[in-house]
Antibody, heavy 121, light 107 residues
Framework: ELQVVESGGGLVQPGRSLRLSCTGP????????LSWVRQAPGKGLEWVGF??????????EYAASVKGRFNISKDDSGSIAFLQMNGLTIEDTAVYYC????????????WGQGTLVTVSS | FVLTQSPGTLSLSPGERATLSCRVS???????LAWYQQKPGQAPRLLIY???TRATGIPDRFSGSGSGTDFTLTITRLEPEDFAVYYC?????????FGQGTKVEIK
C-alpha cells in the first residue's frame, strides 16, 4: 500500500518561514497532481494549492489566502514534494496534508498523515 | 465554486440510512465532485469521485449521485465505523474547494 509522509512541521514565529516535505517509498509525483490541504484545529479542510503533472507543464495554483507567500515544488526526480511557506501568520496554524491525485477526474486518493504547523510568538 | 453541505450534523442510529447534501454555487460537471470521510486524528479518505464512482475498497453501502449544482452522498445502512465527518470537494476548477463538512453522529 502506497504511503506518503510529511515532515518539517513545528512551532514557528509569525513572519518566519518553514518548508514542509513529502515523500514515500515507491511514490512519485511527476505524473500526478500533487496538492497540499490544511486543516486548522477543529475546522474543516482547506485546499492550499497544487502542482500539476508533467503533462500539464508542472504549473502551480494557490488559494487566495496563501498566494504570494507559499510555493509548491518537486525535486527533479519527482519523488519529493515541498511546500515552502513564507511570511507565516497565526492563521496558518494547521495540520498540513500532502496528497496526490492519480488523474484529472479522480479526486485525491493518496493522503499523508499530516504535519502540524503552529505559528505563535 | 462555493460548496454548501447540509445538514451540519446528522444524528442517526446504526443500520439507518444517511443522506448528505452538497450544493454548489454554480453548475459543476459531475466529473469533478468528490466525497471524503474523515475520522478524528486521521487524514481524509476518498470515498467517491466523479460524483458517483466509488474509490478502491469503498463498500457499496456508500453511493454518490447528482449533477449540476446538487449532489448527494448516501450511506444505505450505517455501520459503527461510518460515524465521522464527511466533506464534498470540487476539483474541476482552481481554486479547489471543500464543503464545510457534515458530521454523522450516533443518536
Amino acid at each position: 500500500e502506497l504511503q506518503v509522509v510529511e515532515s518539517g512541521g513545528g512551532l514557528v514565529q509569525p513572519g518566519r518561514s518553514l518548508r514542509l516535505s513529502c515523500t514515500g517509498p515507491g511514490v512519485t509525483f511527476g505524473d500526478y497532481v500533487l496538492s497540499w490541504v490544511r486543516q486548522a484545529p477543529g475546522k474543516g479542510l482547506e485546499w492550499v494549492g497544487f502542482i500539476r503533472d508533467h503533462g500539464y507543464g508542472g504549473t502551480t495554483e494557490y488559494a487566495a489566502s496563501v498566494k504570494g507567500r507559499f510555493n509548491i515544488s518537486k525535486d527533479d526526480s519527482g519523488s519529493i514534494a515541498f511546500l515552502q511557506m513564507n511570511g507565516l501568520t497565526i492563521e496558518d496554524t494547521a495540520v498540513y496534508y500532502c496528497s496526490r491525485s492519480p488523474g484529472r477526474y479522480s479526486g485525491i486518493s493518496l493522503w499523508g498523515q499530516g504535519t502540524l504547523v503552529t505559528v505563535s510568538s | 465554486f462555493v460548496l454548501t453541505q447540509s445538514p451540519g450534523t446528522l444524528s442517526l442510529s446504526p443500520g439507518e440510512r444517511a443522506t448528505l447534501s452538497c450544493r454548489v454555487s454554480q453548475s459543476l460537471s459531475s466529473s469533478y465532485l468528490a466525497w471524503y470521510q474523515q475520522k478524528p486524528g486521521q487524514a481524509p479518505r476518498l470515498l467517491i469521485y466523479g460524483a458517483s464512482t466509488r474509490a478502491t475498497g469503498i463498500p457499496d453501502r456508500f453511493s454518490g449521485s447528482g449533477s449540476g449544482t446538487d449532489f448527494t452522498l448516501t450511506i444505505t445502512r450505517l455501520e459503527p465505523e461510518d460515524f465521522a465527518v464527511y466533506y464534498c470537494q470540487q476539483y474541476g476548477r482552481s481554486p479547489w474547494t471543500f464543503g464545510q463538512g457534515t458530521k454523522v453522529e450516533i443518536k
